[in-house]
C-alpha cells in the first residue's frame, strides 16, 4: 500500500514541477518580449530628442550626487 502512495506522490510531484517549469518558461519569454519593446520605445524616445534626454541624465547625476553629499554628512 505505501509503494503505491510513493509512486502516486513522486508522479504528482514530477507533473507539478513540469507545470511550474512550463510557466516560469513562458513568463521568461513574456518577460523577455516586454523588456525588448520597452528598450525599442527607449531608443526611439532618446533618439527624437537626445540632447535634452542627456542633459536631464547629467543634471539628474548631479542632484543625485549632492543629496548623496550631503546624506553622509
Do not use: C, W
Not at 514530477?14 to 528598450?39: F, H, M, P, R, Y
Not at 531608443?43 to 540632447?51: F, H, S
Request: aromatic share 8%; charged share 35%; net charge positive.
Amino acid at each position: 500500500m505505501q509503494e503505491e502512495e510513493t509512486k502516486e506522490v513522486k508522479h504528482t510531484f514530477s507533473d507539478l514541477t513540469v507545470n511550474i517549469e512550463d510557466k516560469i518558461n513562458a513568463l521568461s519569454k513574456s518577460i523577455g518580449k516586454t523588456v525588448e519593446e520597452k528598450k525599442e520605445y527607449a531608443k526611439g524616445k532618446i533618439n527624437e530628442k537626445p540632447l535634452a534626454y542627456m542633459t536631464g541624465a547629467f543634471f539628474g547625476g548631479v542632484i543625485m550626487g549632492y543629496a548623496m553629499r550631503r546624506r553622509k554628512s
